[in-house]
């Protein structure tokens, strides 16, 4: 091995290892402190659950962790289901009119400011009030504006999977007598399940996190949990924050973890049928 080689590897190295420990560094840092027996941060007085013990008792908190939950939940489903159909018209059918502003208009809250779109949302939910007495700014308003914002991203994950998918498939099933929504629900859905999973929960993350929507489209009794954090962090930080944020990276790191092996095994267990399959052919 030249030098060239030795130094173009350990470079390549080097640079890897710092870009993840720049994204890393701070979550353990917030993991490490959020056992700090002080209420100062980077000041360690010695290792306490203190903070876990006070989090229990915080009602705020749990409160808003628990409409978190409820609101991503929601909005994840629903922009499933309307990024789904969304894809579906813009990949199978080529020509419809108006298709270049369906597509558009799709893919706009993907580059537009979430300061534009919550705003925009405010204005017109407020009009709506005023001239039919509904809806009320809260849980459904959040929930609208969170699924709006997720639908863009659903749209671009499933489309990206039935470009991919053979159209042999569905006109097979249509030879042998399926109509159209048999074959979308029989043929289409089984073959996009793993992209309908990872756009729920990346909408679902996106929800969970958001901060700019919900702050717009808000109201009394429906602050959200990175709503509280955000109005804690302007007043100081509060070590129990630490601790919300800790629990919700293990949960999310087992939830990953439980993906990859449940993927993972979805895949050998396709080889091996693939492979059985081929074999009887052989045969």
Partial sequence: MNGRTFLQRWFGRGWLSLGYLFLYLPIIVLIVFSFNSSRQDMVWTGFSLRWYQELVSDTEIIAGFGLSLKIAFMSATSSVVLGTFAAFALVNYQRFKGRTLFSSMVSAPLVMPEVIIGLSLLLMLVSMEKVFGFPERGVATIWLGHTLLGMAYAAVVVQSRLQEMSK???????????????????????????????????????????????????????????????????????????????????VVTLAVIVYAVMLARSDRRLRRQMSAAYTIDQE
Avoid: K, Y
Wanted: glycine residues 4%; charged residues 10%.
């Fill in 168 to 250: 042999s498939l569905s006109e097979a099933a249509m030879d042998l007598g399926c109509r159209a929504h048999q074959v979308f629900f029989l043929v289409t859905l089984p073959n996009i399940t793993q992209a309908l999973a990872s756009s729920w929960l990346l909408t679902f993350t996106l929800s969970l996190d958001d901060v700019v929507l919900s702050a717009f489209l808000s109201g009394p009794g429906s602050t959200t949990m990175p709503l509280v954090i955000f109005s804690r962090a302007r007043l100081g930080l509060d070590p129990r924050v630490n601790a919300i944020a800790a629990l919700t990276i293990l």
